[in-house]
């Protein structure tokens, strides 16, 4: 079974602080991976997606992926307190399929 | 910005009766999906459509769902008899190469 997995957290760090949130997952082949935030009883809002290995860089986003090592990142600079949110990374094995998604790492950013 | 427009916000409804949730995409669009979320879940993939078919389907879209895009804007998912375990939130989704997700439909089956 094609996974993606998450550390669930919860990450606390204080106002400020570089937060960072990890996936792995388990096919080679997946192609791109996004990374999404969540809001309790909110939809997912897209943050950035990736799919080359290496940093991509969104104002305080940087996403990082390492296709050999199967790992998937997100740094969070200066971080909010209206940072604070459940983080769902999710991977597609082909162009425009499905995505599949780890079940996400609660973030609190605390003043 | 563009953005998909789902409705309704929340649907209360009786085992056993049929429901419709509704999606309306990003209007240049032309990959569309839905996925649930069981309280305090992961985000499932439930069905893929694209040029008014149905690319993809995970193991819970059995025969009780359907989608289809009836009059070229919407996009609907059907359930035809509503267990209890159907309640969750349902996410309309559709792509260009990114992927962005409707506010939701919260289906009670009580």
């Known amino acids: 079974q094609k996974e993606v997995e998450q550390n669930s957290g919860p990450l606390s760090v204080p106002e400020g602080a570089i937060a960072s949130l990890n996936c792995t997952y388990s096919d080679r082949g997946s192609q791109s991976f996004f990374w999404y935030r969540q809001y309790s009883g909110k939809s997912p809002e897209l943050i950035m997606f990736i799919y080359s290995n290496g940093d991509k860089e969104d104002g305080r986003f940087t996403a990082q992926l390492n296709k050999a090592s199967q790992y998937v990142s997100l740094l969070i600079r200066d971080s909010q307190p209206s940072d604070s949110a459940t983080y769902l990374c999710?991977?597609?094995?082909?162009?425009?399929?499905?995505?599949?998604f780890g079940q996400g790492t609660i973030l609190t950013v605390h003043p | 910005e563009p953005e998909v427009t789902q409705t309704p916000s929340h649907q209360v409804t009786q085992m056993g009766q049929e429901v419709i949730l509704r999606c309306v995409p990003i209007?240049?669009?032309?990959?569309f999906y839905w996925y649930r979320q069981i309280l305090g879940q992961k985000v499932e993939f439930l069905v893929s459509?694209?040029?008014?078919?149905?690319?993809?389907k995970s193991e819970i879209f059995d025969d009780q769902f359907s989608v289809e895009r009836p009059d070229g804007s919407n996009f609907t998912l059907k359930i035809r008899s509503t267990k209890l375990e159907d309640s969750a939130m349902y996410f309309c989704?559709?792509?260009?190469?990114?992927?962005?997700f409707g506010q939701g439909t919260r289906l009670t089956v009580v």
């Open positions: 999710a991977g597609e094995l082909t162009s425009y399929g499905k995505l599949t």
């Open positions: 459509f694209y040029n008014n078919e149905i690319s993809e």
């Open positions: 989704a559709t792509r260009d190469r990114s992927a962005f």
């Open positions: 209007s240049n669009h032309l990959y």
